[in-house]
C-alpha cells in the first residue's frame, strides 16, 4: 500500500480545490502532487493530515505554484516546513498590491570586492521605501550556489528579508535558510533534563490537530470562534507550530 493511500480518506478542503483550480489541474492529482512532494521531504514517511492542510494553507495564502517549485518543503525533527524558493518570493512581492518598485545598491570593500546590498522596497500606500541591507560577512554560505554565485545570492537574501519586512511576511523560508537549518539539526542534541522536560507542555500532536481542524474551521467560518479563540484554547493543550497558527489563520482570510 503507497504512503498517499493510507492518509485517511476525506472530503477535498476548499484550498485543495481552490488550488486545483487555481492551476487547472484535477482535484484528486493535485492532492497526489502536494502529498509526494511533502513525502520527498520526509524520506518517504508518511504525510499526516495536518502537514498536509499547513502546506495548502501556505500555498493558497501566497498563491504559490508547488508544480513550478515556488512552493516546497523540507522536514525537520518529524515536522513539514514550507519552503518558498526565489522565484515564489518574487511571485509574492510582484503580485502584492501595494507594491510600487524595488532598487538595490552594492557596496564594495577596499579590494573591490562586493561587501553589502541594500534592497528599498516602494510601496504605494507609504511615503518611504522599507530598505534592509544585508552583508557578505554575515551571510556567505559555503554551498554550491554561494561559491558559484556569491553576489546573486547575496542579493536574493536582501531581497527576501526586505519583502518581510516591508509586507510582513512570516511562516515561510527561503532555501539557504533551510540548508542553514538543517545543518543545524544535524549537529544539536538534546542537554535537557528528562524530568525538566516533563514539566513543559508539548507540542500540539499534528494528529489531534489534523482531526480538530474542520470543527475549528466550521465554527470560525460561522462566526461562533475567532481565529484568535480557537489558538488561545488549543495553545492550552500544547505548543502550537507557527504552521499550525497560520492555517488557523488562513480560515476565512
Known sequence: MSQVSQMPQQQPSAALISLAQRLNVDVNEMQDIVIQTLMKAK????????????????????????LTKEIYAFSKGGAIHPIVSIDGWLKIINTHPQFDGMEFKDALDQEGKLSAVTCQIYRK????????????????GSSDPWTKWPARMLRHKATIQCARYAFGLSGIVDPDEAERIE???RTERDITPKAEARQTL???PAEKFASNFPTWEQAILTGKKSAADIIAMASSKGVLTAQQEAAINNVGA
Not at 495536518?50 to 501556505?58: G, H, M, Q
Open 183 to 185: 545543518s543545524v539539526t
Open 202 to 204: 508539548e507540542h500540539y
Open 43 to 66: 524520506d518517504g514517511k508518511q504525510v499526516t493530515n495536518a502537514e498536509f492542510v499547513t502546506f495548502l494553507a501556505i500555498a493558497s495564502e501566497y498563491k504559490l505554484n508547488p
Open 125 to 140: 500606500d507609504r511615503s518611504r521605501p522599507t530598505e534592509l541591507t544585508e552583508y557578505m560577512s554575515e551571510c556567505a
